[in-house]
Nanobody, 119 residues
Framework: QVRLVESGGGLVQAGGSLRLSCAAS????????MGWYRQAPGKQRELVAA???????NYADSVKGRFTISRDNAKNAVYLQMNSLKPEDTGVYYC?????????????WGQGTQVTVSS
């Protein structure tokens, strides 16, 4: 069974920074793209940032220049450095990974970590 475990959320004032981490564990063969999504109260889940296995990144327009996604393939981990946080960045942040095992390829989600930015 493959699991994604996130950490690093919390409460921060506007203008502050947080770093989210997500690590995959279990019987996996490879991890293809990885990403971070967020869901604010009453809104749909949206893509924040994604990174391919080769390191190509993609960001939502709302976070460009403020957030940086990175990954450590040796640790099966992905990170999201969030700077200059705004109240509208508040939400539950979910890690996502496109995973290949010996018998299947599927999307895997973490349990989510709360990020709250106060004004």
């Amino acid at each position: 069974q493959v699991r994604l475990v996130e950490s690093g959320g919390g409460l921060v004032q506007a203008g502050g920074s947080l770093r989210l981490s997500c690590a995959a564990s279990g019987s996996l063969f490879s991890i293809n793209h990885m990403g971070w999504y967020r869901q604010a109260p009453g809104k749909q889940r949206e893509l924040v940032a994604a990174i391919t296995s080769g390191g190509t990144t993609n960001y939502a327009d709302s976070v460009k220049g403020r957030f940086t996604i990175s990954r450590d393939n040796a640790k099966n981990a992905v990170y999201l450095q969030m700077n200059s946080l705004k109240p509208e960045d508040t939400g539950v942040y979910y890690c996502n990974a496109d995973i290949t095992t010996g018998v299947a390829r599927f999307d895997c989600w973490g349990q989510g970590t709360q990020v709250t930015v106060s004004s």
